[in-house]
Nanobody, 120 residues
């Protein structure tokens, strides 16, 4: 059974930091590209950051560059999102995603999300 379980969300003041974690199980984690998305109320889900299967390549949305860092530990089947200098507009539900395209088949898994609220 595939599971992605996010944790680490919460309430933080502007300028603060949070570290999100996503623990994966039920699939070969090290073969999957991992991503963090977020969805704010009334808005579409958007990509925040992505990391390659071995962790050697990362990419970020313009809104998160320089403030967020995505990383992974394949031995622990976990992906992280370190968020610094948080802004009010970072308030959203953050989702973990695992993706793989292999032999024309697409595998795509989502976690249940964790709420991040930035407020003074």
């Amino acid at each position: 059974q595939v599971q992605l379980v996010e944790s680490g969300g919460g309430l933080v003041q502007p300028g603060g930091s949070l570290r999100l974690s996503c623990a994966a199980s039920g699939f070969t984690f090290s073969r999957y590209t991992m991503s963090w998305y977020r969805q704010a109320p009334g808005k579409e889900r958007e990509l925040v950051a992505v990391i390659s299967s071995a962790g050697g390549a990362t990419n970020y949305a313009d809104s998160s560059k320089g403030r967020f860092t995505i990383s992974r530990n394949n031995a622990k089947n976990t992906v992280y999102l370190q968020m610094n200098s948080l802004k009010l507009e970072d308030t959203a539900v953050y989702y973990c995603n695992a993706g793989l395209v292999e032999w024309g088949n697409k595998f795509d898994y989502w976690g249940q999300g964790t709420q991040v609220t930035v407020s003074s």
